[in-house]
């Protein structure tokens, strides 16, 4: 007993205290921990700019003459890469010669809901002064990501959730239950498991994808569960939850005269049938017992009823889906011809925006 105590014992103490305290300094990949979200894109990694955000540092005082518009959103907002995702591509759009010159920051941060998002907004986003703020709204997983008592936090480049009511710390480090080098070593398995399915996926000449075919099709039929009518009320906390964010949000930007616009992304499962019939037949489920719109069901009439302007990019996503692929291969995020579809299509609804302010001086929506 006492060689197993000290010979196994004490190393995985030391261990597990040395990925504690000095995880700063061992563990230097994209996410880092954030006290108040749970954890963020650590400044200049990746391309980030100085608040871990995929843009360039714009100053914090607006330029006179200058329209500046702030985008909240998650993952879609790194997708395409610095100057080819959606933010990007419409910043370009919308500084057309002998007009008002338009700033769009992205602020956009991966795995993040409507609730997080608004807790970025108060820490980052109101020092930029915007004229208008722009979110992106997720169908695919942001209502299912959005449990009230849900915090994801990341240590040792690890992802977590934790309940938030429960939630403590030790010299500014978050205390977890499990123990740290289990966390790593179960996602650095899973993430060598991935690699293997993949190489295996191409011997067999299919196309090379971020997810093995089985994964990807066991996330889309994750989110598709939200919209499975036996299970609605699972989900009525989330629901809840995101419609309380989205109050609070419009209701913070009003008091400071800056309008609110929300852009609904659709899932590649509502885009695409060949997707959702892929896992319909995978895992042997019920059309009958699904509404795979259900999400923009029961956001829009909300948005409407709270006098917040939206744009749901659902049709014509479907629509030019049926000419090519918007979307990346296995990955759920958009290719370079999606980020190109959304860019445009925001451009054609704030572009009222950029008018009035042209024509009047004031920020108004149509």
């Not at 008002?100 to 108060?122: A, F």
């Not at 009525?236 to 419009?250: C, G, H, K, T, Y």
């Not at 996503?317 to 958009?334: C, I, V």
């Not at 980020?339 to 609804?349: D, G, K, V, W, Y």
Request: aromatic fraction near 12%; include cysteine; hydrophobic fraction near 40%.
């Amino acid at each position: 007993m006492l060689l197993l105590f000290f010979g196994l014992v004490i190393p995985l103490m030391v261990v597990e205290i040395s990925m504690t305290v000095f995880e700063p300094y061992l563990f230097n990949d994209l996410f880092g921990y954030d006290p108040d979200i749970g954890y963020r894109v650590r400044p200049n990694t990746a391309g980030s700019n100085q608040f871990g955000f995929l843009d360039k540092d714009y100053p914090l005082q607006r330029e006179p003459g200058t329209f500046r518009i702030l985008v909240l959103g998650d993952s879609f907002g790194w997708a395409g890469g610095k100057d080819g995702n959606y933010t990007a591509l419409l910043e370009g759009k919308l500084n057309a010669p002998n007009k008002t010159p338009v700033e769009v920051i992205n602020t956009s941060c991966p795995m993040t809901h409507t609730g997080e998002q608004l807790i970025m907004l108060k820490k980052f986003g109101l020092q930029f002064q915007p004229d208008l703020v722009v979110l992106g709204f997720f169908t695919g997983n942001d209502f299912i990501d959005a449990d009230p008592n849900r915090k994801r936090i990341v240590v040792n480049g690890t992802y977590i959730d934790i309940d938030k009511r429960h939630e403590h710390t030790l010299f500014g480090y978050p205390i977890v239950r499990r123990p740290r080098l289990y966390l790593f070593l179960r996602q650095k398995l899973f993430v060598f498991r991935e690699q293997l399915r993949n190489r295996s996926a191409d011997q067999k000449a299919e196309p090379p994808g971020s997810f093995s075919v089985d994964t990807f099709l066991s996330i889309e039929k994750e989110r598709m569960e939200f919209c499975n009518l036996k299970t609605r009320g699972k989900y009525a906390p989330n629901i809840e939850f995101i419609f309380q964010s989205l109050r609070e949000m419009r209701d913070l930007l009003k008091a400071k005269g800056i309008p609110l616009f929300v852009a609904i992304f659709p899932d590649q499962f509502q885009v695409e049938d060949q997707l959702s019939d892929a896992v319909f037949n995978k895992f042997n489920l019920d059309r009958n017992d699904y509404d795979l719109f259900w999400m923009q069901k029961l956001l829009k009439p909300f948005l409407e009823s709270e006098k917040i302007p939206y744009v749901d990019m659902l049709e014509r996503f479907r629509e030019a889906g049926k000419q090519e692929s918007l979307y990346l291969s296995r990955d759920t995020h958009w290719n370079s011809a999606g980020n190109h579809l959304a860019a445009t299509i925001l451009e054609e609804q704030l572009a009222h925006v950029m008018q009035d302010r042209s024509n009047t001086g004031a920020t108004t929506i149509p």
